[in-house]
T-cell receptor, first 110, second 113 residues
Framework: DGGITQSPKYLFRKEGQNVTLSCEQN?????MYWYRQDPGQGLRLIYY???????QKGDIAEGYSVSREKKESFPLTVTSAQKNPTAFYLC?????????FGSGTRLTVV | AQSVTQLGSHVSVSEGALVLLRCNYS??????LFWYVQYPNQGLQLLLK??????LVKGINGFEAEFKKSETSFHLTKPSAHMSDAAEYFC???????????FGTGTRLQVTL
């Protein structure tokens, strides 16, 4: 079955450590997105990529980095510069007809 | 710029009662509008979408929404709530099905016996 896989589902890290969230899709979609979800704030766009080897900042890119070396993969690194990294992170892809979302990664920084 | 406003962060209805979740949009171009549902610790599932065709859009699980340009609204309704409808609902707007989505802040629906 085609879809988006985010791993791990739950992630714990110590403050000051970088952490990378995985997002893989087998839908052959060109565009991929990362959203951050916080209670009462909806989903906010962190980064997006419309084609391999290219990506753009979203609304809240500070403290995050991404890469898009393969069409199938769009990993997100939460760096130590992100002031409040504890959140639910959702990855999505779009082949032109609409979005498909992953099941999310809940990151807790202690 | 595009934006959506969801009125009411929490809505509670009795099982069997009408569900009404409100969404108003702002857009300088004809909008594409979406409703998504999210169950705890899961991703988003598309309920329905408006793409400039029929103004009354029917979706999955008995939900529907009506696009009203004069009121800049796209409210979500369901005639009879079921316990399984308890979830968080997000309204979203974009310029097209392949464009960036801008989400509202969400409405958590509680269904009581």
């Amino acid at each position: 079955d085609g879809g988006i896989t985010q791993s791990p589902k739950y992630l714990f890290r110590k403050e000051g450590q970088n952490v990378t969230l995985s997002c893989e899709q087998n839908l052959n979609h060109d565009a991929m997105y990362w959203y951050r979800q916080d209670p009462g704030q909806g989903l906010r766009l962190i980064y997006y990529s419309q084609i391999v080897n290219d990506f753009q900042k979203g609304d809240i890119a500070e403290g995050y980095s991404v890469s898009r070396e393969k069409k199938e993969s769009f990993p997100l690194t939460v760096t130590s510069a992100q002031k409040n990294p504890t959140a639910f992170y959702l990855c999505a892809s779009n082949g032109g007809a609409g979005y498909t979302f992953g099941s999310g990664t809940r990151l807790t920084v202690v | 710029a595009q934006s959506v406003t969801q009125l009411g962060s929490h809505v509670s209805v009795s099982e069997g009662a009408l569900v009404l979740l409100r969404c108003n949009y702002s857009s300088s171009v004809p909008p594409y509008l979406f409703w998504y549902v999210q169950y705890p610790n899961q991703g988003l599932q598309l309920l329905l979408k408006y793409t400039s065709a029929a103004t009354l859009v029917k979706g999955i699980n008995g939900f529907e929404a009506e696009f009203k340009k004069s009121e800049t609204s796209f409210h979500l309704t369901k005639p009879s709530a079921h316990m399984s409808d308890a979830a968080e609902y997000f309204c979203a707007v974009s310029r097209g099905t392949a464009s960036k989505l801008t989400f509202g802040t969400g409405t958590r629906l509680q269904v009581t016996l």
